[in-house]
């Protein structure tokens, strides 16, 4: 086989590399914006000294995780299609941030309840939980990101690691405003300009 033969045969098969490995993150943007929008949205209005409706303490909570749980399973589902064909090396990176997600949570429920138990302050939870979850997704979106070459991803993740942590400067329900509509509204610009990052790669 010639040198003129081969070149192009690397090219394609480099191409089709870089394609397998782009995750289509339309579906799980547009149930985080959603989850972000509504669930924190009604914990916004319904927290503080001074509500604006009287929900269900658990409303919100539920809504809030069944936007978070449909877009983890379309991540979930997305990241499984990119990775099929993929190199090895690219395969294992896959993996082991999918373990990374396991392995953070797991973290972050030590961490809260440990601080809420030591300081007796249960009430903490109702605020660290949300605020810590999205810090947790920003962080991981930081390293999925980089490890993707998705600077859309890792922007995002950089966007929601900042906002979490600056919005415990205010009290309730600040920080629910804040992750309702800087942190939905960032999931939302990311569902809008993911189509055109992909095409770019195509």
Request: neutral net charge; without cysteine.
């Amino acid at each position: 086989m010639s040198t003129a033969t081969i070149v192009p045969a690397v090219v394609a098969g480099a191409r089709s590399s870089r394609l397998t490995s782009q995750v289509d993150n339309r579906v799980a943007y547009v149930s985080f914006a959603l989850a972000y929008l509504i669930g924190h949205g009604a914990a916004a209005v319904s927290h503080g000294t001074d509500p604006l409706l009287d929900l269900p303490g658990w409303l919100p909570m539920t809504l809030l995780a069944t936007g978070i749980v449909a877009g983890s399973v379309a991540a979930t589902i997305a990241s499984t299609r990119a990775q099929r064909g993929a190199p090895t090396d690219e395969a294992l990176s896959g993996k082991l941030l999918g373990i990374a997600w396991a392995t953070a949570f797991t973290g972050l429920f030590f961490a809260i309840t440990g601080l809420a138990n030591t300081l007796d302050m249960p009430e903490l939870q109702a605020i660290l939980w949300p605020t810590g979850s999205a810090f947790v997704v920003g962080l991981i979106y930081l390293a999925e990101g980089a490890a993707r070459r998705n600077v859309l991803h890792y922007t995002l993740g950089s966007w929601l690691a900042l906002i979490s942590t600056a919005s415990l400067f205010l009290s309730t329900p600040g920080p629910f405003w804040i992750l309702a509509f800087a942190g939905g509204g960032a999931y939302a610009i990311a569902a809008i300009l993911e189509p055109r990052r992909l095409a770019a790669h195509r």
